[in-house]
């Protein structure tokens, strides 16, 4: 059964610093892996998808890194705002299944 | 952009009641998804419809069922409603294949009383 965690649970950051939230998953045979943005009380907003052949993503100001072989994926948040504050999500699919991680709450201090 | 739009953002239903949670997505896409999330828990995937009046089970189907009658509707049946199936309810849709992504609707909040 595929188990996904995210490290650290919480994290609370200055703006403009750059953020760094970890994903891990333990059965490396997937088809790809989705972060995504859930704002308190609402539903998931998705923010990138990699291709298990592919090493990373890019969109705006979020780069997400894919090492498959060691089950371990990165995203990364550049100068961030306050307005990034949330909970942020990682899923990995094994065929149409996604497995989800518990999620990094995410708070950016004005 | 792809819509995912859900009934109701709040109900609130009393225990016994056979309650219907609706789902419609704008993009033609042939998957779509029903999971509830708690907290400690996470998302959990209850049903999963791959194509108009298919149907297979997720990890979590007991007190559901569900109905795809048309490729854009994707409806969530609690046929009994009970206390613990009090939750955030989310669905989402996507196109058929490997690397294609999952969008998801504003959720439900389900309460039953």
């Known amino acids: 059964k595929q188990e996904v965690t995210q490290i650290p649970a919480a994290l609370s950051v200055p703006e403009g610093e750059n953020l760094v939230l970890n994903c891990s998953f333990t059965?490396?045979?997937?088809?790809?892996l989705q972060w995504f943005r859930q704002d308190p009380g609402k539903g998931l907003t998705s923010l990138l998808l990699?291709?298990?052949?592919?090493r990373e993503q890019t969109s705006g100001r979020l780069n997400a890194s894919l090492d498959k072989s060691s089950g371990r994926s990165t995203l990364y948040i550049a100068a961030s705002q306050p307005g990034d504050s949330a909970t942020y999500l990682c899923?990995?699919?094994?065929?149409?299944?996604?497995?989800f991680g518990a999620g990094t709450t995410v708070t950016v201090r004005a | 952009d792809v819509k995912v739009t859900q009934s109701s953002r709040y109900l609130v239903k009393r225990t016994g009641e056979k309650v219907f949670l609706e789902c419609v997505q704008d993009?033609?896409?042939?998957?779509m998804f029903w999971y509830r999330q708690d907290p400690g828990l996470g998302l959990r995937l209850i049903y999963f419809?791959?194509?108009?009046?298919?149907?297979e089970k997720g990890d979590i189907p007991e007190g559901y069922s569900v109905s795809r009658e048309k490729k854009e509707r994707f409806s969530l049946i609690l046929e009994s409603a009970s206390t613990n199936q009090t939750s955030m309810y989310l669905c989402?849709?996507?196109?058929?294949?490997?690397?294609?992504?999952?969008?998801f609707g504003d959720g439900t909040r389900l309460s039953i009383l």
């Open positions: 059965d490396s045979a997937i088809y790809n």
């Open positions: 899923a990995v699919s094994n065929d149409y299944k996604l497995s």
């Open positions: 989402a849709s996507r196109r058929q294949g490997d690397n294609q992504p999952q969008h």
């Open positions: 993009m033609d896409h042939e998957n």
């Open positions: 990699i291709q298990s052949s592919q």
């Open positions: 419809s791959y194509d108009v009046k298919m149907k």
